[in-house]
């Protein structure tokens, strides 16, 4: 079935005989969308989710969020209770829905589980396409020293990290970070990406000012018409906050054991892109 998280009248006939609910829909960064635009999906929408499920006898909804709420991890590794700290209006839409959400099942009776994804990548994705393109071709430069931490899940751990957080009875009204069982540092992670691509790492790392300043002028050039700048701040961010996060929630209550290491993910996610002509 079709249906639009913004608009309510969709969303019981899609859930009409179905026990639990998984909300993995979201509204990614987009350049030149009004904030509405996103709260309409990734905050109230959540909370008409929850709405619509108690009306159609649905027992729980697992509502998919990210690592993102906690912004950048000044002391990693980052756990469930460390503060918010959303740094654009994608996470700060997400702050506001998992709210939402907990505020409608509180009404309505529906439990309510959240999941908070730190990097998703695997066969599939298209998002980290350009970083493993990039170091494959030997074309990808780091900004700064390269030490911050970038902490990935690979896609089959979090699907199955999602379906406890459904089916474990003590996972209602509780939160839980998915990630992989091994945290990186970029350095590292671009390490692995090229011996498993059959490269040599181009090594070349370059000053992160200019580029955040470069990224801060496009903005506010391309944003007032649309346009998906050519460089952004966000995009330099990636260089500069830590992401590292303990799973041990996850492990205890939901027992979550990702089994995907960093290096089979990276040997698995190559070849995808290497079948459909990427690298």
């Known amino acids: 079935m079709r249906g639009d998280l913004a608009d309510a009248a969709t969303l019981a006939p899609a859930m009409a005989g179905v026990e639990v609910v998984y909300n993995i829909a979201a509204l990614y960064r987009q350049a030149g969308l009004p904030r509405e635009v996103y709260r309409s999906v990734n905050a109230t929408g959540v909370a008409a989710l929850v709405e619509a499920a108690s009306k159609t006898g649905v027992r729980r909804v697992v509502h998919c969020s990210t690592v993102g709420v906690h912004g950048d991890v000044e002391n990693p590794p980052a756990d469930e209770d460390a503060p918010f700290r959303p740094g654009d209006v994608y996470q700060e839409t997400k702050v506001e829905g998992e709210r939402l959400g907990q505020e409608a099942a509180a009404r309505t009776g529906v439990e309510f589980s959240i999941v908070r994804p730190s990097g998703i990548y695997g066969p599939g994705d298209r998002r980290l396409l350009k970083l493993f393109r990039g170091v494959a071709r030997r074309r990808f430069v780091i900004l ?102 303990a799973i041990d929630r996850a492990r205890r209550e939901l027992g979550y054991a990702p089994r995907v290491g960093l290096r089979d993910g990276v040997r698995r996610t190559l070849a995808w892109y290497r079948d459909r002509g990427w690298l």
């Open 144 to 245: 700064g020293d390269g030490g911050i931490f970038y902490h990935l899940t690979h896609v089959d751990d979090l699907v199955e990290g999602i379906r406890l957080a459904g089916e474990v009875p003590s996972a209602a009204g509780r939160a839980y970070i998915l990630a992989g069982p091994e945290v990186s540092t970029l350095n590292e992670l671009v390490a692995v990406i090229a011996e498993e691509a059959g490269v040599k790492p181009l090594g070349v790392h370059l000053p992160v000012w200019p580029f955040w300043i470069a990224g801060a002028a496009c903005e506010a050039v391309c944003a007032p018409f649309g346009i998906e700048p050519p460089l952004y701040r966000r995009r330099v961010d990636f260089f500069t906050k830590s992401r590292a996060f």
